[in-house]
């Protein structure tokens, strides 16, 4: 990829004494250029650290929204827009944007995406979705037709940024890392969910672990009240020595796999540990990752229990 420059949000003074704008916010960011270049991989990093991001806005919209984001009582710090030709005739239209925020004094950056004609051909002939220059059908002639219009304005950004050869991973690797610095990079934010199957699967989860071989406290009347929180829960869980085996095999598992997806750019991780009810076995060995991993510098660890508060059922 090759990066020209690397600016940090730059502020251009008022135009006029008493017009610069007061506000909470610190970075604007318009993510613009070719289609198919990976223009919402790059909002998606935007978002991921925490920017409030909008897609596909046009440039009249852009100035509106900044008003929201300027006015007071508003909370917004950080923001990223994606705007290009979806939006129509607009070339014009945002470059007088951009010069109107920086006479306004509103912290932002333009970031230009671009690759080379072929491999954005290639992806759009992947996806099989239409170019939206591309009038006749042709994704070449709506390719060149968008790279005569974007020129003078990639010519005006402060990044052009050239994703040719670049996977999705790599591209947001490379964001975080460059664009981002004040932000932790490579953190992966990891749920341990566990759940009950009795109440359906899991909806959203990366890994799903069934344990339900492992001893049911639910048969037992003194045990059927407490949750996989609970000591003697936990005890009888592990009364036969197959919890500690399976943590054995978890810890293995999840000691390879975690630090792949920080390398590979994953932002967000669900395991979900399952169980009949969702209030003991699964519960207990949720708790007990998530207690491992709670201290790890590249993991932002949770534990959720999506059945606990239902009432015991038969098993």
Avoid: W
Wanted: glycine share 8%.
């Amino acid at each position: 990829m090759a990066v020209s420059g690397s600016p940090q949000p730059t502020q251009s003074p008022p135009r006029a004494a008493g017009k610069q704008v007061q506000s909470r916010l610190q970075d604007l960011v318009i993510i613009t250029g070719f289609s198919g270049a990976g223009k919402s991989t790059v909002m998606n990093v935007f978002e991921d650290a925490g920017y409030f991001c909008v897609d596909n806005l046009p440039p009249a919209m852009i100035r509106s929204l900044v008003d929201l984001f300027v006015h007071e009582g508003s909370k917004v710090e950080r923001a990223a827009v994606v705007s290009d030709v979806r939006g129509g005739v607009y070339f014009e239209a945002l470059q007088a944007v951009v010069e109107d925020l920086g006479s306004l004094g509103i912290a932002h950056r333009v970031i230009f995406l671009q690759a080379a004609p072929d491999v954005l051909v290639t992806r759009y002939k992947e996806t099989r979705r239409r170019h939206p220059m591309a009038v006749d059908g042709s994704v070449a002639a709506g390719v060149a037709a968008e790279q005569a219009l974007l020129e003078p304005l990639r010519a005006r950004a402060d990044l052009v940024i050239d994703t040719t050869g670049l996977s999705a991973a790599a591209l947001r690797t490379k964001i975080a890392d460059e664009l981002l610095p004040r932000q932790p990079s490579g953190r992966l934010a990891v749920t341990f969910m566990s759940f009950g199957y009795k109440h359906g699967p899991p909806r959203d989860e990366d890994l799903a672990i069934d344990v339900r071989f492992l001893p049911n406290p639910h048969y037992e009347p003194d045990l059927r009240p407490l949750t996989g929180r609970d000591l003697p829960v936990i005890e009888y869980i592990g009364r036969d020595g197959r919890l500690d085996a399976l943590y054995g095999h978890l810890h293995g598992l999840l000691d390879f796999l975690l630090p792949e997806y920080v390398r590979e750019g994953k932002a967000h991780l669900v395991v979900a540990i399952g169980c009949t009810g969702g209030r003991h076995r699964s519960v207990a060995v949720a708790e007990h990752l998530a207690l491992r991993y709670a201290d790890s510098d590249e993991l932002s660890v949770a534990v959720a229990h999506r059945d606990l508060d239902n009432p015991p059922r038969d098993s």
